[in-house]
């Protein structure tokens, strides 16, 4: 600022002795000029203004960004990373499928599953509850509720022990899914989310939930692929439903299976050779993986924690995801 004034006072002093007449009057013309042009108040002004412009735009575009650093760093991202549910679906699961593997009828199944979803804030459990009492199933209460991240839910029901989660949690508990798999895997190709329950450490019944594809989805990835990004779909759902969505939408790579905290790990690896990356997830489990990438985008149909705690930044095409 200092120098910028001095240069005024210089041309306002030559103007004053070398200027034709009236030599004030180009005088003060000359050092206005460079006080207006030269001087850092306007880039002071304008780089604010411009950043509250695009805030604005993104907010009524429904996208809430965080601080203006996530602009920047959105500008250099080169690959994509989204979670399945709730991120590339509706967000609105139904109840498809019941099937009992044991003596145990599938008006109980649902009846126990429904009793452990209605303590989980997982997108899938509000589809089991509300496929529960639609059905009629008999209302019970869990005691003893524990969450396993990136595998299930259990606790006690009226005295039985009820668990239900994925292939991981069943051999967790020791119990042989070799035979169920291939009734799972059916229902897996037609994209849906096939799930085990265990009743007193005995392999019970199968429950399928089914959740469609936004709408937009497939002409986001259309547009991401366009601008030169590269989408990893990295899904705690098992391999085969993983694979089925994936194909609809043509994302480039898939990673079924993972736990959340092989997220991070992931990003971790790819932050390593120099890429950066963008997390999209919705759901608690995500926000290890949201806090790690370079730019986290928390849905907005989303768990709480994923968007209070986490940085909530996206484009206006990702938006659409």
């Known amino acids: 600022m200092p120098t910028v004034v001095g240069v005024a006072i210089f041309a306002f002093t030559l103007w004053m002795i070398f200027g034709p007449d009236p030599a004030l009057v180009f005088a003060i013309a000359s050092a206005i000029s460079a006080l207006i042009i030269a001087c850092p108040c306007a880039l002071g002004l304008a780089t604010p203004i411009s950043i509250t412009t ?9 996208v809430l960004i965080k601080d203006a650093e996530a602009l920047e760093r959105i500008a250099g991202v080169d690959t994509l990373i989204v979670d399945k549910t709730g991120t590339l679906t509706m967000g609105k699961p139904k109840l498809t499928d019941t099937l009992a593997l044991g003596d145990v009828t599938e008006a109980d199944i649902l009846s126990l599953a429904a009793a452990l979803e209605r303590s989980s804030e997982h997108p899938l459990a509000e ?18 509720f524990e969450a396993i991240t990136g595998k299930g839910v259990r606790g006690t029901i009226s005295g039985r022990a009820v668990a239900l989660g994925n292939t991981a949690m069943m051999q967790e508990m020791g ?10 895997d059916a229902l897996r190709t037609e994209g849906k989310t096939a799930m085990f329950v265990a009743v007193d450490g005995v392999l019970a019944a199968i429950v399928a939930v089914a959740n469609p594809i ?38 480039d790579e898939v990673r079924a299976g993972v736990l959340p905290e092989d997220k991070k790990t992931l990003i971790d690896q790819l932050r390593k050779g120099g890429h950066k990356i963008a997390m999209a997830g919705d759901g608690i489990n995500d926000s290890p993986a949201l806090a790690a990438a370079d730019v986290g985008i928390a849905m907005g149909t989303g768990a709480d924690v994923a968007m209070w705690r986490w940085k909530v930044r996206a484009s206006l095409c990702w938006a659409a995801i």
Do not use: P, W
């Not at 589809?127 to 005691?143: F, P």
């Open 54 to 62: 695009a805030a604005g735009r993104g907010a009524q575009a429904g």
């Open 127 to 144: 589809a089991i509850v509300e496929g529960a009492e639609v059905q009629g199933a008999a209302r019970q209460k869990a005691a003893e």
């Open 175 to 184: 119990l042989d899914t070799t035979q169920a798999e291939a009734k799972a």
């Open 214 to 251: 936004k709408d937009s989805t497939e002409q986001a990835f259309r547009e991401l692929h366009a601008q030169g990004l590269r989408v990893i779909m990295a899904t705690g759902d098992n391999e085969r439903t993983a694979q089925a969505v994936a194909g609809k939408l043509g994302i």
